[in-house]
C-alpha cells in the first residue's frame, strides 16, 4: 500500500470553527490532492498541490484553504466551517498530472461532521 | 447533466455471476480510471486506459474512444467483489479528473 495517511479520520466540529485536516505521504510524490464525497455527486476536487508551496484551486474550493510547506505534507483548513462542508475527505496522491500511465493513492478519507 | 454517467446505479448479484458496469462520458479524454471503494471508505485504482482494453486477474476494463464509453466486467464474481465502482476520466483540454458517482455492487453468496 502507498504511504499516505489521513488525519483526523473522524471529526465533530461546531459551526463557526477552524479545522484542519492533515494529509502525511512517504512516497514523496509532487502532486497531492483534495476531494471531498458527498451523496449524489462523485468525488470532487477542493485543491491540488504540484509542489512546495504550490497550489491551485479546484473546483469547490469556496470555505477552503491549503498549504504545503513540506513535500510530504498537504494541510486542507476550514477557516469557518459550515454545515454544508459536513462530508468525507480524501487525500491523493500522484507522482504526475493524471494520465494513462499515472495511478492515483488515495488515503483513507476523513468524516468530518459539522454541527 | 454530470460528465460521467455510471450505470447501473446499485447492482445485485449472485456469487459466480458475470457483472459489468458501464462509463459514459461527454467530452474529450486523454485517459479514464475505474476505482473500487470498498465499505470501509479506502479507494484503490484498479486500471487506468486510453484505448483497448486490460486485464486483472478476473477483472476486465474496455474503453471505446469513438463511443465515449467504458465497461468494467468482473468474472466468476465473489462476495469480497462487493464494492462501490467508480470511473474517472482526464479531460483532453483540463488538468483534472472528473469522477462519476459510482456503482454499488452487491455480491451474495
Known amino acids: 500500500d502507498a504511504g499516505i495517511t489521513q488525519s483526523p479520520r473522524h471529526k465533530v466540529t461546531e459551526t463557526g470553527t477552524p479545522v484542519t485536516l492533515r494529509c502525511h505521504q512517504t512516497?514523496?510524490?509532487?502532486?497531492m490532492y483534495w476531494y471531498r464525497q458527498d451523496p449524489g455527486h462523485g468525488l470532487r476536487l477542493i485543491h491540488y498541490?504540484?509542489?512546495?508551496?504550490?497550489?491551485d484551486k479546484g473546483e469547490v474550493s469556496d470555505g477552503y484553504s491549503v498549504s504545503r510547506s513540506k513535500t510530504e505534507d498537504f494541510l486542507l483548513t476550514l477557516e469557518s466551517a459550515t454545515s454544508s462542508q459536513t462530508s468525507v475527505y480524501f487525500c491523493?496522491?500522484?507522482?504526475?498530472?493524471?494520465?494513462?500511465?499515472?495511478?492515483?493513492?488515495f488515503g483513507q478519507g476523513t468524516r468530518l461532521t459539522v454541527v | 447533466k454530470n460528465e460521467v454517467e455510471q450505470s447501473p446505479q446499485n447492482l445485485t448479484a449472485q456469487e459466480g455471476e458475470f457483472i459489468t458496469i458501464n462509463c459514459s462520458y461527454s467530452?474529450?479524454?486523454?485517459?479514464l480510471h475505474w476505482l473500487q471503494q470498498h465499505p470501509g471508505g479506502g479507494i484503490v485504482s484498479l486500471f487506468m486506459?486510453?484505448?483497448g482494453k486490460k486485464k486483472h486477474g478476473r477483472l476486465i476494463a474496455t474503453i471505446n474512444i469513438q463511443e465515449k464509453h467504458s465497461s468494467l466486467h468482473i468474472t466468476a464474481s465473489h462476495p469480497r467483489d462487493s464494492a462501490v465502482y467508480i470511473c474517472?476520466?482526464?479531460?483532453?483540454?483540463?488538468?483534472?479528473?472528473?469522477f462519476g458517482e459510482g456503482t454499488q455492487l452487491t455480491v451474495n453468496p
Open positions: 512516497e514523496n510524490h509532487r502532486y
Open positions: 491523493a496522491i500522484s507522482e504526475s498530472f493524471f494520465t494513462e500511465n499515472t495511478e492515483a493513492f
Open positions: 474517472a476520466v482526464k479531460e483532453t483540454s483540463g488538468s483534472r479528473l472528473t
Open positions: 486506459l486510453s484505448s
Open positions: 467530452v474529450g479524454i486523454s485517459a
Open positions: 498541490s504540484y509542489g512546495v508551496k504550490d497550489t
